[in-house]
């Protein structure tokens, strides 16, 4: 099972070059590393990301996240994934771009 991280261009850059990422600004304040689950990537998109241009949709490998992950109530009490430690590019089991087309960003999860 994936779940999803969604990224600017220079956040992406930076995990690129460091090889790990503390987070967002979002995600520093909150104390953990806010991720997606598939049906709640262009929610979190058109929230957090509305209008953005350059931005990139990581796949991390739930199984590769262990303890750190917890499956936590958000909006509405919907189950959101929450990584609690710093992002590894090892987590990515793969990455593409995250296009705007007409106003949304729509994932295409291969």
Do not use: C, N
Not at 9 to 30: K, N
Not at 55 to 63: K, S, Y
């Amino acid at each position: 099972m994936m779940v999803y991280k969604i990224l600017r261009a220079d956040e992406w850059a930076a995990l690129q070059a460091e090889g790990r990422l503390a987070g967002s600004p979002d995600d520093l304040r909150d104390g953990f590393v806010h991720l997606s689950a598939a049906d709640q990537i262009e929610e979190t998109a058109a929230r957090h990301f509305g209008g953005e241009e350059g931005l990139m949709l990581l796949a991390l490998e739930v199984g590769r996240l262990g303890d750190a992950l917890r499956w936590e109530p958000s909006r509405g009490g919907a189950l959101f994934p929450h990584l609690y430690r710093a992002l590894q590019l090892t987590d990515v089991a793969w990455s593409v771009p995250l296009p705007l087309e007409g106003g949304r960003h729509r994932p295409a999860l291969p």
